[in-house]
């Protein structure tokens, strides 16, 4: 699986929660879980690709009530990084943390969450995921790195073990620069088709993950929901939005030569054009949120 860095997941996560934050009322996420606990005073939630714990942070405090929280990384180092990230988070918000050896216990206003950190490579090891007993599968942008195949396989299980889904931030394939420059049709191009590659799970659903997964769920008897939770990106909000435009500019660039390497001029020009604009350019990427119950 491609790797991501703390780095990058820090750049991104405040984006990602203003994107998901316009999507929150429409999936009207505590009803759902006041309905997926039932009679169980405890709502188990599995977390796939967890990173440093983003999703446990947006979803945690919208969920309320007791919460178990399995979350699941491929990555050792991202899992070694949860405890200070958390830290971190639950100083900043009031909340208490207690954290041991393999485990950590998060308490906050109308909720608390067990969280175990698992490591496990899911596109190696999907089968030893420990669905069984789980009433949540969630993840944040990750159907667009997986294969349609994969992603079969993921819904299979999650019905077998009765469990609602959630994956937020699934890019649709809209790109929209303000202001346009020559090269942006280009580029996007090569991005999407970039996007499609080989992530480590097969050929990458990219852009049409969220269409492919709709249609499937609804296949399977799903309730499907959907509501935009678009990356709205401004350099002249401030230095973190200059900061995620530089990296979309010199990520897609890369991205774009590494898809056809004979352009790379045209795409290096188109770099430095962004770039001459920065100050002035905002970006809407656009994503979408899916709910299956």
């Known amino acids: 699986m491609t790797g991501f860095s703390a780095d990058w997941l820090a750049l991104r996560e405040p984006f990602d929660r203003e ?22 005073p405890t709502l188990a939630v599995l977390d796939l690709a967890c990173g440093t714990g983003a999703n446990l942070r947006e979803l945690a405090p919208r969920l309320g009530g007791s919460q178990c929280w399995t979350l699941v990384d491929h990555d050792p180092a991202l899992l070694g990084a949860l405890p200070g990230v958390l830290a971190a988070w639950t100083q900043a918000n009031g909340f208490v943390l207690e954290a041991g050896a393999t485990r950590m216990h998060i308490e906050g206003p109308g909720w608390n969450a067990e969280v175990r950190p698992v490591c496990i490579d899911l596109a190696l090891e999907l089968g030893a995921v420990p669905f069984a007993g789980t009433r949540l599968v969630t993840a944040s942008a990750l159907l667009d790195l997986v294969s349609a195949s994969w992603l079969d396989a993921l819904f299979a299980h999650a019905r077998m073990a009765g469990a609602a889904m959630l994956f937020a931030l699934n890019v649709d394939g809209r790109i929209a620069w303000n202001p346009p420059v020559a090269g942006d049709a280009e580029v996007d191009r090569l991005f999407a088709s970039h996007q499609r590659r080989d992530k480590g799970f097969g050929p990458a659903l990219g852009g049409t993950a969220v269409s492919f997964a709709v249609s499937r769920l609804r296949a399977l008897k799903y309730e499907v929901a959907q509501a935009a939770s678009d990356w709205r ?33 045209s795409v290096s020009e188109w770099m430095q054009r962004r770039i001459d604009v920065l100050d002035h350019t905002s970006l809407c990427i656009g994503h979408q949120e899916i709910l299956a119950t």
């Open 19 to 40: 994107a998901r934050a316009s999507a929150a009322h429409s999936l009207a996420r505590n009803a759902l879980a006041t309905r997926l606990r039932g009679g169980d």
């Open 233 to 265: 990106i401004d350099a002249g909000e401030n230095a973190s939005g200059t900061a995620m435009l530089t990296a979309m500019v010199e990520g897609m660039g890369a991205a774009a030569i590494e898809q056809d390497p004979t352009a790379r001029a």
